[in-house]
């Protein structure tokens, strides 16, 4: 131990001996570059290089990006339309087929049971925004010859070459919109039974979208309601069955189905044959959220029951 102290007291020694760091014995580095100017008032002319008054003659520094002058970049450069309201976009974040199939692999996803966005989500490898105006999932062909699984799964948008991996194998698929209200619920199910709030109606899908759902097929001779009415921007997408549209009419898209395997050359599995039959042809309420539980409902995840409504006028709400 006295050896210890004593070497503390020949360094604290030292230290005592040792110059102070001052301005005076202060040096640069070996080879930095050594700078000359004089001071502001010794050089640059009139105006010390600072110009005739204006914002940099006051050191008031532009921001970055600022362009100065009366033709900037936005005024040199032609108009591009295509641009025009790409902040408000609907963005549908991409999952390939070859990691649904690394999914169900790995036993994250149940195939004997319908998939959904609540599913994917659930896996903990995908996820998405509503806040950044993601609309739900777009299923890409990537892995597309390399899919195996016979499954029952609703997206939001695909691609023909999609449909026809999914269906060779004797599986199905639905292409649905969902509003940001129900995005929210799906992305985080338990999150959002935690809050005791009923579940909501599906709302209008976007009116570019109503070609890919083909509501026409809902009400014939009808009006669309309201709630359900797609909105303008997306009608001429969604009304076609050739989407799988959650909307479209059942024969039409059977005769689709049966045309895209002719396209691609394959023999259609006959699903009506199919032991999963059930399974395969489970499908969605148009005002439905999630499979097997109505809108209105309320569900208590620590009791483990559902909370219907009684009141005539609720009922009546939840059904129109």
């Not at 040199?76 to 999914?103: D, M, N, T, V």
């Not at 148009?286 to 409902?297: A, K, M, N, S």
Request: charged residues 25%; glycine residues 8%; aromatic residues 12%.
């Amino acid at each position: 131990m006295s050896f210890v102290n004593k070497l503390g007291d020949d360094a604290l020694k030292m230290i005592r001996n040792l110059p102070r760091l001052t301005l005076g014995n202060l040096r640069r580095n070996k080879g930095a570059k050594q700078f000359n100017e004089r001071g502001r008032g010794n050089y640059g002319g009139r105006t010390h290089g600072c110009g005739q008054k204006g914002s940099k003659a006051r050191q008031n520094y532009m921001p970055l990006g600022y362009e100065t002058g009366n033709n900037p970049f936005y005024k040199r450069f032609p108009h591009e339309p295509y641009y025009k309201g790409i902040e408000s976009r609907r963005q549908y974040p991409p999952l390939s087929l070859l990691q649904l199939q690394k999914f169900i692999d790995t036993n994250r996803i149940d195939p004997s049971k319908p998939i959904d966005l609540a599913t994917l989500c659930n896996t903990g490898l995908y996820t998405f925004d509503p806040l950044l105006n993601h609309y739900g999932v777009h299923l890409t062909h990537e892995g597309a010859e390399n899919f195996k699984a016979k499954l029952n799964i609703e997206v939001q948008w695909t691609t023909e070459p999609v449909i026809a991996a999914i269906e060779r194998n004797g599986g199905t698929i639905t292409t649905a919109f969902f509003d940001i209200h129900s995005l929210h619920a799906l992305k985080n199910p338990s999150m959002f039974f935690s809050r005791g709030e009923p579940i909501p109606l599906r709302f209008k899908p976007p009116q570019d979208a109503i070609l890919y759902y083909n509501v026409r097929f809902l009400f014939p001779g009808e009006p669309i309601p309201l709630r359900f009415k797609p909105p303008q921007d997306a009608i001429l997408y969604y009304t076609s069955p050739e989407n799988r549209g959650y909307l479209s009419d059942p024969d039409q898209v059977s005769w689709q189905r049966f045309a895209l395997a002719q396209k691609y050359g394959y023999t259609l599995p006959a699903i009506e044959q199919d032991p999963d039959f059930e399974m395969l042809t489970r499908r969605k309420d148009p005002r439905q959220i999630f499979y097997g539980l109505e809108p209105g409902w309320v569900v208590n995840v620590i009791e483990k029951t559902i909370f219907k409504p009684k009141d005539e006028e609720l009922i009546e709400y939840y059904k129109s």
